[in-house]
């Protein structure tokens, strides 16, 4: 199953493949000091063996990125859906534990744009998952480590501009 992405999306995570193919670059460039300076005894540099652990690792992500990207489903996104939470949506909620209830304001997201301090989810997290279909006034059950928690779609806006704080 492929992931959905959005033209930001795309530009972040295109972004995030250069940052660590230049970071690639720079463990390879320390990877062959290491090796020249050990000469024929690089068993006994622990240095050259983290950096080719951390080659490895590098190689893999971007390779892993790189699929994703290449097998994603492009969505275009003109203006969030204000009807029906979907990627795109910015939607307040209430969320009803039992001892005290919450709001927050959550924008629904696609692939490479979460950001939890930004209050971006990404469409496949558990929360997200619950809330895409719904629409203002709607309620759904979420399972929450301390047990579980009624959520009530309040409210949808077409920009975070229109949040009120």
Known sequence: MSVKITPKGEQLVL?????????????????????????????????????????????????????????????????????????????????EYTDITEEEVYEIVGYGESNVDENKLFYDTPVAKKLIGLVVGDETIMSVPSGKVKCKVLKMYSGWEEVDV
């Open 15 to 95: 972004q995030q493949i250069d940052h660590l193919e230049q970071e690639l670059k720079q463990v390879r460039i320390d990877k062959n000091i290491a090796f020249n300076a050990c000469g024929d005894d690089k068993i006994a540099n622990p240095n050259f063996h983290k950096l080719e652990q951390d080659e490895r690792v590098l190689v893999e992500r971007i390779q892993e990125i790189q699929h994703l990207y290449k097998t994603a489903e492009m969505i275009r996104i003109d203006e969030p859906n204000t009807e029906i939470v979907e990627i795109g949506s910015i939607v307040k909620c209430s969320f």
